[in-house]
């Protein structure tokens, strides 16, 4: 198939799932407008920590469209095996495929390198943590649970990727507790066909408006243990977790998710401190 005629099949399928995805008429989208042709009418860029969801979700927010608009590029084309896991109302997006997601064509309409898109994922962690070139979510935990900081979300419209990993559940940046539920009584969906980007698919309540709960000081040092062995995880001092690895963490060469290792490792009370004293004497014994 010519390149043309590759790019026009593929904004005839983003088309119909814009259709398809838009949950409120707020402005007309025509294909043929020059704008399509090379990015979106109004591009977003990451911010600092920013959650490929929530990129998602500000783009549909600042060009007007309904939740799941920009996600419905991604999954036009794709292998359906894909699209089964990433098509519910809270898809886990910690790692994403690039060759099984159309990525590259997301990244050309927001003006950005593909790279930049992975960055807003745990993509390359992953990849270095456990050296497979094609990194799952269940690497990082077996299960997902959406929650989020409203005062993120109130100064910057801002889900945290740091707010995705597993046994967070207060946000690092407001010391509030991260919030999984309205007040209604329905839980928060990161995408919802019948909700605008950013609020409560029952009642529509903005998530900024969501309570801001504070927390059990006591709760405090087990939290920020789990953040220190992320950080040091996801740092550039973090060694692949080898079979020598994992037995001097946890005395056994089973490899478990990186959500399950830092619980085991914060129950027995490690510390990252003893992780990078150990790699210094092993880099000296060489």
Not at 53 to 60: F, I, Q, T, Y
Not at 176 to 194: D, K, N, T
Not at 227 to 241: N, V
Request: glycine share 2%.
């Amino acid at each position: 198939m010519k390149k043309e005629e590759r790019r026009s099949e593929q904004l005839s399928l983003c088309q119909c799932a814009l259709d398809s995805a838009s949950c409120d008429p707020m402005q007309t989208i025509y294909i043929d407008d020059p704008a399509w042709q090379t990015t979106f009418p109004r591009p977003v860029a990451p911010q600092h920590d920013e959650w490929f969801p929530g990129l998602l979700l500000r783009c549909d927010e600042v060009n007007q469209w309904g939740s799941r608009t920009t996600l419905a590029y991604l999954l036009h084309p794709g292998p359906e095996k894909y699209h089964r896991c990433w098509r519910t109302e809270t898809p886990n997006l910690t790692v994403i495929q690039p060759n099984s997601l159309n990525l590259d064509f997301v990244a050309q309409l927001l003006a950005l390198p593909t790279s930049t898109l992975l960055a807003t994922t745990y993509h390359a962690e992953l990849t270095h943590l456990y050296g497979q070139t094609k990194p799952r979510p269940h690497l990082l935990s077996p299960s997902f649970t959406f929650h989020l900081c409203p005062q993120c979300i109130s100064e910057a419209r801002m889900l945290r990727r740091t707010l995705a990993l597993p046994h967070i559940t207060i946000c690092p940046s407001h010391h509030i507790a991260l919030v999984e539920r309205c007040p209604c009584g329905a839980p928060l969906h990161l995408f919802h066909q019948q909700a605008p980007p950013f609020t409560c698919h029952i009642c529509g309540r903005d998530w900024a408006e969501l309570p801001q709960l504070q927390t059990d000081p006591a709760s405090h040092p087990k939290e920020q243990q789990f953040q220190r062995w992320y950080e040091l995880f996801f740092s550039t001092r973090a060694p692949p977790l080898t079979r020598d690895v994992l037995q001097f963490l946890t005395g056994s060469i089973l490899k478990r998710s990186l959500g399950s290792l830092i619980a085991l490792l914060v129950e027995r009370k490690r510390s990252p401190q003893e992780l990078l004293n150990w790699i210094e004497q092993q880099s000296r014994s060489k």
